[in-house]
């Protein structure tokens, strides 16, 4: 059960973060790296939630988006995937910082079956980098 943490600070504000990460439109395959359009769903939205599918050939993930804007959190539970089981799941934290904003991400895998776990096993080893570089790019190419 790989756990990963990572962190970097953007002269993006906070709420144009936010934004961003709960973008689910068509620039979303464009700004995240690990998104392509023909794996990108959105089943239900919500003002402050969203029931999502994305991700790419390698893996899937259906997943359940939550948000509060006043307290800086993001989090989305896996609730279906091709790679990941039960208690997979992604949490940001938004924090004001010099203008811009502190984003503290963290990162829970479980893998589902044997591609999961081989997966899972890599993240790890290039996790870390994978994650911050394909957020910065998001953050820019919005």
């Known amino acids: 059960m790989p756990i990963i943490h990572t962190s970097l600070t953007t002269n993006v504000s906070p709420a144009e973060v936010l934004r961003i990460l709960t973008d689910f439109g068509p620039t979303r395959a464009k700004a995240f790296p690990g998104v392509d359009e023909t794996n990108l ?67 829970e895998r479980h893998g589902k079956n044997v591609q999961g776990h081989l997966v899972g096993a890599l993240l790890p080893l290039f996790g870390r980098r994978f994650i911050t570089a394909g957020f910065a790019r998001a953050l820019q190419a919005t």
């Open 41 to 107: 769903k959105v089943h239900e939205l919500g003002e402050t939630w969203g029931d999502v599918t994305e991700g790419n050939k390698l893996g899937w993930e259906r997943e359940r988006y939550d948000w509060d804007a006043e307290a800086g959190t993001i989090s989305a539970v896996t609730t279906d995937s091709n790679l990941w089981g039960p208690g997979s799941r992604w949490d940001y934290r938004l924090v004001p910082r010099d203008g811009g904003t502190l984003v503290t991400i963290r990162l």
